[in-house]
Nanobody, 121 residues
Framework: QLQLVESGGGLVQPGGSLRLSCAASGFTLDSFDIEWFRQAPGKEREGVSCIDKSGSNTDYADSLKGRFTISRDNAKNTVYLQMNSLQPEDTAVYSC??????????????WGQGTQVTVSS
């Protein structure tokens, strides 16, 4: 079964950090760009960050630059999203997606089920 599985979400206080992981099962991630999305209650899904197959090129939503860092370890078949200085407005379900040319073309081949991130005191 081909799937992406996110982990690492949870409850964190404002100013705190979390690292999300996106692991592939049944296929290897090194043939895919990976993008993190998030969707807050009552809001549309938005792209957070994208990383290409090699990890050489990354892109971030303008509002998140400097706080979030995307990386990948193809040997572990995993992509990470390090999130620092979290604020209540970062509360959302975070999902990862894989696509052959996702960062440039926006086409998703696989979706993960999502992990909840809640930022609250």
């Amino acid at each position: 079964q081909l799937q992406l599985v996110e982990s690492g979400g949870g409850l964190v206080q404002p100013g705190g950090s979390l690292r999300l992981s996106c692991a592939a099962s049944g296929f290897t991630l090194d043939s895919f760009d990976i993008e993190w999305f998030r969707q807050a209650p009552g809001k549309e899904r938005e792209g957070v960050s994208c990383i290409d197959k090699s990890g050489s090129n990354t892109d971030y939503a303008d509002s998140l630059k400097g706080r979030f860092t995307i990386s990948r370890d193809n040997a572990k078949n995993t992509v990470y999203l390090q999130m620092n200085s979290l604020q209540p407005e970062d509360t959302a379900v975070y999902s990862c997606a894989a696509g052959g040319d996702l960062c440039m073309m926006g086409r998703v081949d696989y979706w993960g089920q999502g992990t909840q991130v809640t930022v609250s005191s």
